[in-house]
């Protein structure tokens, strides 16, 4: 019963982060360009070191414009990811981050964002707790939820087609930090590379 009633705690807390997230993202956003874009991604603990072992993960993102000129735009962005760490956790996560981007006249941009949000972590580590017989079993940790905030670097090109259609092709760094992690560990900082394109969107130029 107390697995379940932890369970439906977790579930209203994704649905308060996920819907307080929706609303930022909406907020004056009405008749907006909004594309969308798929990047693959490889998480790190660290880079610190020349050979790190890369975790697959992926993300779904959406951009909203709140000022575009020739060549600069901000915008705000919602972002749905998820990615695997082996014999680690699993974890699938809700971001929103406010950014400013360059557009050179090449198609070429740069841009920079931070963020914040939350995380559903699922353990794949194992402990072990007292059973009736005075002996230790091993039983899964419980799932967590985690507050995160991040930055993130972009390079990318965006492509203007004929027929007015934009796409864009990225890639980029992100850190991103989590907190708590446990009780010794207050704040916990996750690297990712990341690789991705939009997909074809009517530009609002």
């Known amino acids: 019963m107390l697995a379940l009633q932890n369970a439906m705690l977790t579930m209203k807390k994704i649905v308060v982060l996920v819907g307080s997230?929706?609303?930022l993202v909406?907020?004056?956003q009405v008749k907006r360009f909004s594309p969308l874009s798929v990047s693959i991604m490889g998480e790190a603990i660290q880079f610190s070191k020349l050979k790190v072992k890369l975790h697959p993960g992926i993300a779904l993102e959406t951009e909203f414009f709140?000022?575009?000129e020739r060549t600069s735009l901000v915008f705000q962005t919602f972002k749905i990811f998820y990615y695997?760490?082996?014999t680690m956790n699993n974890c699938l996560g809700v971001s929103t981050s406010i950014g400013y981007r360059y557009l050179n006249r090449t198609g070429i941009y740069s841009d920079i964002s931070?963020?914040?949000g939350g995380m559903y972590e699922r353990l794949d580590q194992?402990?072990?707790k007292k059973n009736s017989n005075e002996g230790f079993k091993k039983v899964h940790m419980p799932d967590l939820m985690r507050l995160i905030s991040s930055l993130a670097?972009?390079?990318g090109y965006e492509h203007t087609s004929v027929n007015k259609k934009s796409?864009?092709?990225f890639a980029g760094v992100e850190l991103l930090g989590e907190s708590p992690f446990n009780h010794d560990v207050l704040f916990l900082p996750h690297s990712f590379l990341k690789l991705g394109c939009g997909l074809p969107q009517r530009s609002p130029n």
């Open 153 to 155: 670097m972009n390079i």
């Open 26 to 28: 909406c907020f004056g």
């Open 84 to 86: 695997y760490h082996k």
């Open 167 to 169: 796409t864009n092709f």
């Open 66 to 68: 709140y000022r575009r």
């Open 114 to 116: 931070f963020g914040i």
């Open 126 to 128: 194992l402990t072990y």
């Open 21 to 23: 997230c929706c609303y």
